[in-house]
Structures are given as structure tokens and as C-alpha cells.
């Protein structure tokens, strides 16, 4: 069974770029989530999808940022225009019911 | 303000002995607590659980305890082996489910051979 991916591992962008970032779920898996890590402190909550529906979005930290899950499949998290303190690893994670999350890898984002 | 503090940045165990790594909350809604273990350049991967109607789970080497009076939570490995050095976050939910989980900022494992 493939786990979750994303996509890219690595981007770095000058501030005021624009920048998506992409994540494959676990196939049916019906929650999607992402998360945010911003060097080396707590992982953060940022929105919660099931199936194409945000189910709570109250993690995102302002409106420079957008998610999409069109088809209940896979997700983009764009950033736009993006800052410095947008710098940190995004993580997605997918999970089916109550089982535990299965993260990706994460995209570390470094804002420039 | 952190609803879940892991105050200990890092630890270093010989191989072999125990290794306890602890976590406390502040919010006492939390009924479901999870501990995730991540190696570097990975995503977090699931360990091990446990509600607040119990005290005690267990899997394998690994065991949780929780205290709910101290609000107090531990990961206990034992024994500890060279592929448990890793950084272990401690998360905490209110519903008992995955949704919304509030993350420590993690504690990394260093086990010496």
C-alpha cells in the first residue's frame, strides 16, 4: 500500500512568491489533514478535510493561505504571497475513521 | 500558550536500559493521547495510544502511562535499542479521535551504543 506523498520535498522561494504544495493520501481515505512545523517547536494543526469538505480550517493562519481538495482525492495547499515566517515543514496526513494519522514526509518550505 | 509540553529537548540512554520520556497537559478535556515517533527528513509514524479511561497501554517495548490527577503522561521504552534514536512527539485530542491533535514540541532520543 503506498503511504501518503507530497510534493515537493524541498522548495525555496523568495517572499512574495507564490508556492503549492501537493499531497496524495492513502487511497480512501476520506480525512486529509495539514500540519505545520516551524523550526523545530510543536507541530500545528492547520486545516481538516473529509472527502472534498473543509471540516475545520481554524489552524490556517491567515488568508495568504488556500486548500483545496477537489474530488476528495488529493490536496494543494497554496501560499500566496508568502512570507518569511511562512518557513517551516508542512505535513499531510490522511486517515480513515478514528485510526491514527499516516503523515508524508513533509515539505520543508524555506521563504527567502 | 503550549496545551502540551514535552520539557525535556533531549535524552540520552545507554542501550539496553530504559528510556522514559514524559509529557504533561494543561487541558483537561484531552481524552485520547497518542505518542509518534520521527526520524529526520520522514513524517511522524504512529507508536502507540491510549484514552483517558485507562492508565496503562502497552505494545510490545513500548508502554504509556497517564496520570490524569497530574495531567501527566509517559512514553517508557525498554529495552532501548539503537533504532528507537529517533525525536518522539507526544499529541493530545479532545474527542477521543484524530481530530484537531495538539502537539508537544518533541523530545529527541538518543540511544548510545
Known amino acids: 500500500e503506498a503511504g501518503v506523498t507530497q510534493f515537493p520535498s524541498h522548495s525555496v522561494i523568495e517572499k512574495g512568491q507564490t508556492v503549492t504544495l501537493r499531497c496524495d493520501p492513502i487511497s480512501g481515505h476520506d480525512n486529509l489533514y495539514w500540519y505545520r512545523r516551524v523550526m523545530g517547536k510543536e507541530i500545528k494543526f492547520l486545516l481538516h478535510f473529509v472527502k472534498e469538505s473543509k471540516q475545520d480550517e481554524s489552524g490556517m493562519p491567515n488568508n495568504r493561505f488556500l486548500a483545496e481538495r477537489t474530488g476528495g482525492t488529493y490536496s494543494t495547499l497554496k501560499v500566496q504571497p508568502a512570507e518569511l515566517e511562512d518557513s517551516g515543514v508542512y505535513f499531510c496526513?490522511?486517515?480513515?475513521?478514528?485510526?491514527?494519522?499516516?503523515f508524508g514526509n513533509g515539505t520543508r518550505l524555506t521563504v527567502t | 500558550d503550549q496545551q502540551v509540553k514535552q520539557n525535556s529537548p533531549s535524552l540520552s540512554v545507554q542501550e539496553g536500559r530504559i528510556s522514559i520520556l514524559n509529557c504533561d497537559y494543561t487541558n483537561s478535556m484531552f481524552d485520547y493521547f497518542l505518542w509518534y515517533k520521527k526520524y529526520p527528513a520522514e513524517g511522524p509514524t504512529f507508536l502507540i495510544s491510549i484514552s483517558s479511561i485507562k492508565d496503562k497501554n502497552e505494545d510490545g517495548r513500548f508502554t504509556v502511562f497517564l496520570n490524569k490527577s497530574a495531567k501527566h503522561l509517559s512514553l517508557h521504552i525498554v529495552p532501548s535499542q539503537p533504532g528507537d534514536s529517533a525525536v518522539y512527539f507526544c499529541a493530545a485530542s479532545e474527542r477521543y479521535s484524530n481530530y484537531q491533535l495538539i502537539w508537544g514540541a518533541g523530545t529527541k532520543l538518543i540511544i548510545k551504543p
Open positions: 496526513a490522511s486517515s480513515q475513521g478514528d485510526s491514527p494519522l499516516h
